[in-house]
């Protein structure tokens, strides 16, 4: 069965960098494109970024672009959220999701607080 | 990018059927066929009921339907259970620039 698989979250600085991971089992995870969403505790989803299948294609939602980046290795079924110039609004639970234009499949999360 | 617009809350009774719509523009929900709806139980991750305006994934019951009118998407659920308690959202592709929009979600209450 599809596993995903997120880590890296944890307490930063304003200002600083961090990187999610998001470890994928149980599908062919060359053929699939890849999502990252959050959601502030209390509040909505947030789309936040999405890979294509092969890399070929990267989008980002405005309020992430130039501080966010998604990639992907295949080598390791893994794909990442690089974040920086973090801000306290960045606090949230950040999902990895598996799909095309859908979330088919979603990990447990990963909270990051962003915090002085 | 602003949200697709969701009524903050809904309710009904076990047994019976309500709606959930989610409106936007010509430029999501009215121009492509990419809604889908998430179902969110407190603490847990969302789970997907519905992709491509109606279609169901494996395992999910024939009391979720879909539907779409214009700009506005409606989520359709049947013969309320309690378990159906939860928070719904719904997403579409949207174009110019390419992205993806939730709704800002809407909370199911069985009463």
């Known amino acids: 069965q599809v596993e995903l698989v997120e880590s890296g979250g944890g307490v930063v600085q304003p200002g600083r960098s961090l990187r999610l991971s998001c470890a994928a089992s149980?599908?062919?995870?060359?053929?699939?494109?890849m999502h990252w969403v959050r959601q502030v505790p209390g509040k909505g989803l947030e789309w936040v970024a999405t890979?294509?299948?092969?890399?070929?294609?990267?989008y980002y939602a405005d309020s992430m672009r130039g501080r966010f980046a998604i990639s992907r290795d295949t080598s390791k079924n893994t794909v990442y959220l690089q974040m920086t110039s973090l801000r306290p609004e960045d606090t949230a639970v950040y999902y990895c999701?598996?799909?095309?234009?859908?979330?088919?499949?979603w990990g447990q999360g990963t909270r990051v607080t962003v915090s002085s | 990018q602003s949200a697709l617009t969701q009524p903050a809350s809904v309710s009904g009774s076990p047994g019976q059927s309500i709606t959930i719509s989610c409106t936007g523009t010509?430029?999501?929900?009215?121009?492509?066929?990419?809604v889908s709806w998430y179902r969110q139980h407190p603490g847990k991750a969302p789970n997907l009921i519905l992709y491509?305006?109606?279609k169901r994934p494996s395992g999910v019951p024939n009391r979720f339907s879909g539907s779409k009118s214009g700009n506005t998407a409606s989520l359709t659920i049947s013969g309320l259970q309690a378990d159906d308690e939860a928070d719904y959202y719904c997403?579409?592709?949207?174009?110019?620039?390419?992205?993806?929009?939730f709704g800002g979600g809407t909370k199911l209450t069985v009463l």
């Open positions: 999701a598996k799909g095309g234009w859908s979330f088919d499949n």
């Open positions: 149980g599908f062919t995870f060359s053929n699939s494109g």
């Open positions: 890979i294509s299948y092969d890399a070929s294609k990267i």
């Open positions: 010509i430029n999501d929900v009215g121009g492509f066929n990419y």
């Open positions: 491509d305006v109606s």
């Open positions: 997403n579409s592709y949207r174009s110019t620039p390419t992205s993806l929009v």
